[in-house]
């Protein structure tokens, strides 16, 4: 079997990486509230198995959270999909920062539809790891920083968004100077027990904050480990 068809293979899956159980997914997405068919069409296309380990990957498309290793976790498909969505919900972006790639899966789904992606990680192996799958996936619309992500990206700013994979305890003021009017930042604040997902809107020197649900992550740490 040549190179080709075993790609082939490892991004279409077999029996429960199926495409049959990708749909199932899909359709309780849509149950569960994400209307938004653009997002739903990518998240359905983009084969999540091969962002977790072997032993893992029959459980891709269930819609849980699952371990990546050094504590992280490949984000609930329902979160991804939510966070996505609102992101977007205020028209096209071109330019979004992500801070926390992990294991890359978030940042595959917003570089299939935004222009291009800026993704910060503070771990590098997960980085290391997330820019292979990347490059397996042909996307060229993506750059990678292995750097402190509570810091964002202020060299590369201003952003038409900005999506956060991990839960800062307060609003990182910071992160906010960096998008650019009208931008939008999606979230998750709190401590462990008590985290809400929230949409941020710059307007003019201030912004508006919208909190959506209650959600669980990862805290938000400072510093980068190689």
Sequence with gaps: MGIRRLNHQKLTGIGMTS???????????????????????????TPRHIFL??????????????????NQTLSQPYIVARMTEALLAGGPMRRVLEVGTGSGYQTVILAQLVRQVFS??????????????????????????????????PEKKPFDGIIVTAAPRTLPRGLISQLSPKGRLV???GPDQDQKLVLVTRDGDGYKKEVLEAVRFVPLLGGAIS
């Design 19 to 45: 495409r049959r159980t990708r749909e199932r997914l899909i359709n309780r997405l849509r149950e569960e509230g994400i209307t938004n068919e653009d997002v739903l069409e990518v998240m359905l296309n």
């Design 53 to 70: 380990d072997e032993a893992l990957s029959h459980r891709a498309y269930e819609d849980t959270a699952l371990p990546i290793g050094h």
């Design 120 to 153: 910060v990680e503070r771990i590098l192996p997960l980085q290391e790891q997330a820019r292979e799958r990347i490059k397996l996936l042909g996307l060229r619309n993506v750059k990678m920083k292995h750097a402190d992500g509570t810091m964002g990206w």
């Design 187 to 189: 979230i998750p604040i």
